[in-house]
């Protein structure tokens, strides 16, 4: 089921592409393409608007037209990847358009990760260029790229937006280098896209691909089901970019939807209400925290904010007394929960039907053009089990081929890792997780991954982290260990220790239990179920007090 496009070995089912194509999800043409058919019939139209900066549809195309010119100059070919590690800034975008028009493939990274996952992604995809800031929240990120491209065999070029970068390339050069035009290539939509990686179950997070027609797949299902009318409205996107979610409002909605995209690169929930207000954003999608922070902003600045007609909250512990709190609050306002995965994104669209509050708030929404099924651990279709799923948004493999092996079935659905139950035929409600990661404010942490590094630690003979509920957060990561000697291990100390690995805050325990042993079963596994049971018996999660 793997065919070569690009240099790049994807997953491809004839049968079942034949058919996207003729339900309309796959429809071979590129974002692009568009873009440039956009410009040309309303050059004004509104794109994005970040802080001062408003840029329209003519100056995105232009400014991303001669970015795809000085990719072709320095040799960066149709199938290479470049990639993106900025915050919400439209320069991302214009990258990313420019890399569309190349035919460059994009890969997305966190500006809250650093060296060891970072070295990682640019040697395990071979990534010709970087884009960084300078500096953002008071970390250099010219200095880590330093660090990285002397640890990797192949060092990125790295180019820097918003700052100087001493001997790195300024985005401003790329932009206005005057290269002799050259012909852009044909991009065929079935070719990678995007690269997105995710942390699982390993130690080391997977590298998700997705083609052109998948991410177009992924819009024409949200244009849907989310926007209704003609497309009018703004998106604000206090979100990150380097997430399936963030990028697709920021980079796709505005030419393919056609509401405009607010940017927020800092949230800061007093600072979008404001926003918000001004540029009468229509559309906002974040985990959890974000709709809790907004909604006691909007209450304490005396808003209900008239204009926002859809929020759609996603990522893990999404309390269905919020959703039924900010609906009635936000009087104009659609709340509802909504569940998907880097692989299958947005595989339930939420309850967008007036009035239907029991499923916006007790569900995570209905199924939309995905099918799923609920399988049981022998494989059986069960009313409550394991979420499998397959679409015409899903990824089109893993980077490895391996990493396939053992994440789909026989029929080519997608094993999410996820537990879930239906309720009243098409809608779920996410009830547990099989795979072994934490979800904070709606970032996958993968256990395994801080464990094999704590586990170095001179202090610490067993360890095992679990993900307890958080009131603020969602879920946060508790470290359990044994320690072979009366030591004082706390939270301190494992940041210390995981600093010095360059490992991202955001991943980093925020509890610690000493235990005298882990408990295990008769083969020496450690039981995480026991752990967390115990944990949830004497613990009152952090942020109730």
């Given amino acids: ?42 050059p004004q139209a509104l794109m994005l608007v970040d802080g001062q900066r408003r840029l329209d549809a003519a100056t995105l195309c232009t400014e991303a037209h001669a970015l795809a010119q000085s990719f072709v100059a320095r040799g960066v070919k149709p199938g290479d990847v470049i990639s993106i590690m900025l915050p919400n800034w439209h320069e991302a975008a214009v990258i990313y358009l420019g890399a569309t028009l190349a035919g460059v493939v994009v890969n997305l990274i966190l500006p809250a990760l650093r060296d060891n996952e970072i070295a990682f992604m640019l040697e395990d995809i071979d990534s010709k260029i970087i884009f960084i800031p300078s500096v953002f929240r008071a970390f250099d990120y010219v200095a880590m790229m330093r660090r990285v491209n002397d640890a990797v065999p192949k060092p990125a070029e790295v180019v820097v937006v918003r700052g100087d970068g001493g001997n790195c390339t300024r985005y401003q050069t790329l932009l206005d ?63 990150p970019i380097g997430h399936i979610g963030g990028s697709i409002y920021a980079f796709e909605f505005p030419f393919l939807v056609g509401t405009a995209a607010v940017l927020q690169d800092i949230w800061n929930p007093q600072d979008a209400v404001a926003i918000m207000l001004r540029e009468r954003c229509t559309h906002m999608a974040g985990a959890t925290p974000f709709l809790q922070q907004l909604l006691a902003a909007a209450r304490a600045l005396g808003t209900r904010l008239p204009d926002l007609r859809v929020f759609i909250c996603g990522g893990a512990s999404v309390p269905p007394a919020l959703i039924r709190e900010a609906s009635a609050y936000f009087e104009a306002c659609i709340v509802t929960r909504v569940y998907g995965s880097t692989e299958v994104p947005v595989i339930t669209v939420g309850s967008l039907a007036p009035g239907d509050l029991l499923h916006a708030a007790e569900s995570d929404g209905e199924i939309g053009i995905a099918e799923v099924k609920l399988v049981d651990p022998e494989g059986h279709i069960v009313e409550e089990g394991e979420v499998l799923a397959r679409g015409p948004q899903m990824l089109v493999g893993y980077l490895w081929a391996e990493h396939d ?31 072994d990661t934490i979800i904070r404010n709606g ?64 991943k980093m325990p925020e509890q610690v239990e000493i235990w005298g042993a882990l408990p295990r079963n008769s083969l020496g596994k450690i039981l995480k179920h026991e752990i967390r049971a115990k944990l949830l018996a004497v613990a009152q999660p952090l942020g109730t007090a």
């Fill in 1 to 42: 089921m793997r065919r070569t496009l690009n240099n790049w070995s994807i997953r491809m089912d004839a049968e079942r592409a034949a058919q996207m194509r003729t339900e309309g999800w796959w429809i071979d043409e590129t974002v692009a393409e568009v873009a440039r058919r956009r410009a040309r019939e309303n």
């Fill in 177 to 239: 280098q005057k290269a002799r035009p050259a012909p852009l290539p044909p991009v065929d939509a079935d070719s990678v896209k995007l690269v997105l990686y995710t942390s699982g179950t390993t130690a080391r997070p997977k590298a998700v691909l997705h083609s052109h027609n998948s991410i177009y797949a992924l819009i024409r299902q949200l244009d849907r089901y989310w926007v209704p009318d003609d497309g009018e409205g703004r998106f604000f996107v206090p979100s």
């Fill in 405 to 435: 092996l053992e994440a789909f079935d026989d029929e080519g659905f997608i094993r999410t890792g996820d537990i879930a139950k239906r309720i009243d035929g098409d809608y779920l409600a996410i009830t547990g997780r099989v795979k």
């Fill in 443 to 506: 970032e996958s942490i993968s256990a395994k991954e801080i464990e094999d590094l704590l586990i170095q630690h001179p202090d610490i003979a067993e360890v095992a982290i679990v993900g307890v509920p958080d009131a603020r957060t969602g879920e946060r990561a508790c470290a359990v260990i044994a320690t072979p000697r009366s030591f004082a291990l706390d939270v301190a100390a494992l940041r210390e220790f995981l600093e010095e690995q360059h490992v991202a805050r955001f």
